[in-house]
């Protein structure tokens, strides 16, 4: 148990050690430096992305909320099954959590073309 305590707190000095480099590092030498801040290895964070929008990342997402409401609709009027009104909620909460996705990517996408 005591050699995993030391690799972890080892571990988490080590963690600081790289935060610090890297704050010390994007820290601007002169307010003249407009160079954007990327840690250390040219490597950018998680959730940066280098592409802009584009209508091609708008349709798996339109046919997926296309496909959750046909299922809503399919299930709830069109199903025999005993429990479709479940099946059917079930589907339109997957349909509007989507639909509300896909709206925020189109106004993503018509905010950066404008």
């Known amino acids: 148990m005591a050699k995993a305590r030391k690799r972890r707190q080892a571990a988490a000095k080590k963690r600081t050690i790289q935060s610090a480099t890297l ?11 407009t160079t954007a801040m990327v840690p250390q290895g040219g490597q950018r964070r998680r959730g ?5 929008p584009n209508m091609q990342s708008l349709f798996m997402p339109g046919l997926v909320v296309l496909g959750f409401w046909g299922l809503a609709f399919t299930f709830t ?15 339109l909460l997957m349909a509007v ?3 509300a996705s896909f709206v925020l990517r189109v106004r ?4 950066y073309r404008s």
Do not use: D, I, M, Y
């Open 108 to 111: 993503k996408l018509l905010r």
């Open 23 to 33: 704050t010390q590092a994007n820290s601007p030498q002169s307010p003249a430096s």
């Open 97 to 99: 959590g989507w639909t």
């Open 77 to 91: 009027f069109l199903s025999n099954e005993p429990n479709h009104v479940l099946f059917g909620g079930l589907s």
């Open 48 to 52: 940066q992305s280098t592409q802009a």
